[in-house]
């Protein structure tokens, strides 16, 4: 007999999900609204979110006007939101917050809203309009609770996703210059140091914006040369204002050397040709 035990739990367990899974779709079936809601509130408990979900869902238009509809709105937001359905979750607690702004929940709504935008928002490497839309409505959040409980947890949101841009802005200005676009290259670090003045990048931008700056003058035709020298050795000098003890300090130096010549250079040809 012993040797038959495995055998039966296993049919017992398959005879309990089948049981369950048949009441489950009993209650799907149904019309009445109260075991529904009731069932539904007892799966979300469980967080069981997927069948919570599924019978809040059918449910929502039926609830109009009840005092459950609140309630079953708000967990209807959250079973999305544990499912990592985060793009409808963002979607459906701003429903939520827009219906019910009243609401013992409706902070808790904004707040998992902006949560949900945070989650969906991409790497870094790809398309950040997601990321921008996830930081307006952390401020909009900030703006609205200043003194929210979620208020840290928003902050550490928000300066997450903004070092997310900065890692972005960074990279496709170096992408430029390894693309060898370097007009391109050195709009886009000004751009970035312009945003991001106490950047962690800050030093090897300036330095690459600088050699940028001398590759193009370097490559640029005759007439447009020492304007683009002469941007060179400005851009030098503000390197070694900024970081005077950067370990590039030699290859900036080089460049301006040679920057330095190549100007007084064209700069003796000009006075000649213009004789």
């Not at 140091?193 to 490559?219: I, M, R, W």
């Amino acid at each position: 007999m012993l040797s038959f035990r495995p055998a039966f739990f296993v049919l017992l367990l398959s005879a309990t999900l089948l049981s369950s899974c048949s009441g489950y779709q009993k209650l799907l079936k149904s019309t009445d609204v109260n075991k529904k809601y009731e069932a539904a509130i007892q799966y979300y408990e469980k967080e069981d979110f997927f069948k919570a979900g599924t019978l809040l869902e059918e449910l929502i238009p039926l609830l109009k006007g009840r005092p459950e509809a609140e309630k079953a709105q708000f967990y209807f937001a959250n079973t999305n939101y544990r499912q990592r359905n985060y793009t409808l979750s963002a979607y459906y607690f701003k429903t939520f917050h827009d219906t019910y702004p009243n609401s013992e929940y409706a902070q808790e709504a904004y707040f998992m809203q902006a949560k949900s935008l945070f989650k969906d928002s991409p790497e870094f490497q790809l398309d950040q309009t997601n990321t921008y839309t996830a930081l307006e409505v952390i401020q909009e959040f900030l703006n609205r609770y200043p003194e929210s409980k979620f208020r840290p947890e928003v902050e550490s949101m928000s300066q997450e996703l903004q070092k997310k841009l900065e890692n972005k802005a960074f990279l496709s200005a170096k992408l430029y210059y390894d693309l060898r676009y370097y007009q391109s290259a050195v709009t886009a670090f000004t751009n970035f140091q312009q945003q991001y003045p106490a950047s962690a990048y800050g030093e090897q931008a300036a330095f690459l914006k600088l050699n940028a700056q001398f590759d193009l003058a370097t490559e640029s035709v005759a007439e447009k040369q020492l304007e683009r020298y002469n941007e060179t050795l400005a851009f030098y000098q503000s390197f070694i204002d900024t970081f005077p003890q950067s370990k590039q300090l030699k290859d900036a130096e080089k460049m301006y050397d040679n920057a330095r010549a190549a100007a007084d250079k064209l700069k003796v040809a000009n006075t000649a040709a213009a004789k």
